[in-house]
């Protein structure tokens, strides 16, 4: 146990020390801040883009809708209109209209043209065409402007007084939805889903980073010849249980500090963009019990448990780099696995998918603390889910353990899968 725990401090001690380490860790919260601040700081500097205003409007309904649609892209009916171009069409002359805005757009004197067909009405026949066709804000804005003005032009038609159709075609539905657990609110659903990715993505890119984070090191001992000293004095499956627990605790290190800087963040957001001059809403935090932070730590320590030793199984098998590489190869897909499947799961986490991948071992590390972020996840699959990935990591480590002690003094080639299965079968 002492030479576990010097073997241990060693690795850590190691690596935090690094400037990558220290960069890595600082830009994290650098990142997390830059990502709240700066398109607020933004959106106080910039004006209003009107690039959506200035496109033609190709209007072959026979009706008033465009230039109705022309006053609510500049601002509603008592906007300016003067940007935006409305001319009456008929449908036999509409491909001659077009031809004609194409060219007027290819001479920078619009940014598009928007087409009005006869059966626009009818919710059908409404094209846009020009340089802006990628920007979904503008997009979005043309087709809000276009359906309110299509709901305000029916309303008005069926009799309703100018006044309250405008009313009515301007409202919207802003559905709220919150999560309830057994223990009770869980916060809002959106907020949930939201965090539930973060989660997902965070472990995928902790895992895979520290676990390779090993393999290197590995690597390193075998290609300076430090491994046929430290074996002299210590036993192997010693010294890759003290590397994977000493780089594993370098990750939750720096996870706890990004957790903590990114809560923190979120928490005194407002008043500190407010004192800055700049808008703020509240970002509310999901609701997060003791027991759940202890199950996604647990899953998080399993999983970079398994992908370590793969990976450190990895590094004493290969010579090189180059080597190191092609042979990681397999490990890392049984890891891009979660991430595949992540949108899936994300939108039917209760389904057979979900449940399947959050208790295959490979993919349990991320997929579990997903589905627990996002549903109320029975505590008897949390539980098989975990000894399924204990088991798993038992045996990875058994065996890595056995190809770490024998490839590791190996130099000059890499070992084949054949020659693995006999140091196994010998062991």
Known sequence: MKKLLVVLEREYMERVRTRWFLVATIFGPVFLGALMFVPAYMATRSSVSTDVARIRILDATGTELGRLVAAELNGGAFGDTSLTQVTAVAPASMAQAESLATADVRRRRLKGYLVLGPNALAGGGVRYAGVNATALADMRRIETAVSRELIGLELRRAGMEAIEADRVKRLRLTLRSERLTPTG???????????????????????????????????????????????????????????????????????????????????????????FGLDATPIPLPTITPGQLAILLLFFLLGYTLYSALFAAVGAMVSSEQEAQQAQMPVVLMLVVSIMFLQPVLLEPEGQLAFTLALMPVSSPIMMPLRMSTVNVPPWEIALSVIGLAAACYLAVYFAAIVYRTGLLMHGKRASLREVFRWIKAA
Do not use: C, H
């Not at 895992?207 to 491994?227: H, P």
């Open 185 to 275: 609110r869980a916060g809002s659903g959106s907020v949930n889903l939201l965090f539930a990715s973060v989660v997902g993505i965070l472990l995928y890119m902790t895992i895979l980073m520290y676990g390779q984070n090993v393999l290197r090191g590995v690597l390193e001992e075998k290609q300076t010849r430090v491994a046929e000293v430290v074996v002299s004095s210590i036993r192997p499956t010693t010294l890759l249980a003290g590397k994977v627990l000493g780089v594993g605790a370098v990750g939750l290190t720096q996870m706890a500090i990004w957790l903590a800087a990114s809560v923190l963040m979120i928490r005194y957001r407002v008043p500190v963009m407010r004192a």
